[in-house]
């Protein structure tokens, strides 16, 4: 949340206060000089957290899964789904749910399991009748 935070007070910012791009280098700057060269607080990270913020306008609308993985991994999934939020959640879910490493997860956004993942399951109810539906829900789930 502290990086959706200063996100939204960058976007804020530039919205209402007529800021230019260029302020994000100064407020990196800033951080820096106050934070003692503490990492994270770079000027293209600041970027990364005014993209993480767009995406959410609201902080509650924040799914709770983004807590569960890394900035990095964030930057990643910013990087190839930031036009896409619900492939960018799908993902996030995922890496969180298996624990997958940074690594582990750029191979994953490679071989796009979200665009095979999934519809077959949920084609059963417009496929079959209720009860068949039901029944082949259950083959699937307990072999």
């Given at each position: ?16 206060g ?24 770079t ?18 609308r924040?799914?709770?899964?983004m ?42 956004i490679?071989?796009?399991?979200h ?29």
């Amino acid at each position: 949340m502290l990086c959706w935070s200063i996100g939204d007070d960058i976007l804020a910012e530039q919205q209402t206060g007529g800021w230019g791009e260029d302020i994000v280098g100064r407020i990196a700057e800033d951080l820096r000089d106050a934070t003692g060269s503490a990492p994270g607080y770079t000027r293209r990270n600041l970027f990364y957290m005014r993209r993480f913020a767009a995406l959410w306008p609201k902080a509650e609308r924040v799914p709770s899964v983004m807590a569960q993985i890394s900035w990095t991994a964030h930057r990643s999934l910013l990087d190839r789904f930031a036009e896409d939020r619900d492939v960018y959640v799908w993902d996030a879910a995922k890496a969180a749910e298996s624990r997958w490493s940074v690594r582990h997860l750029h191979g994953q956004i490679a071989l796009g399991p979200h665009e095979r993942q999934g519809s077959a399951l949920k084609n059963f109810a417009a496929a079959l009748e209720p009860a068949d539906a039901d029944r082949a829900l259950q083959a699937t789930t307990n072999p």
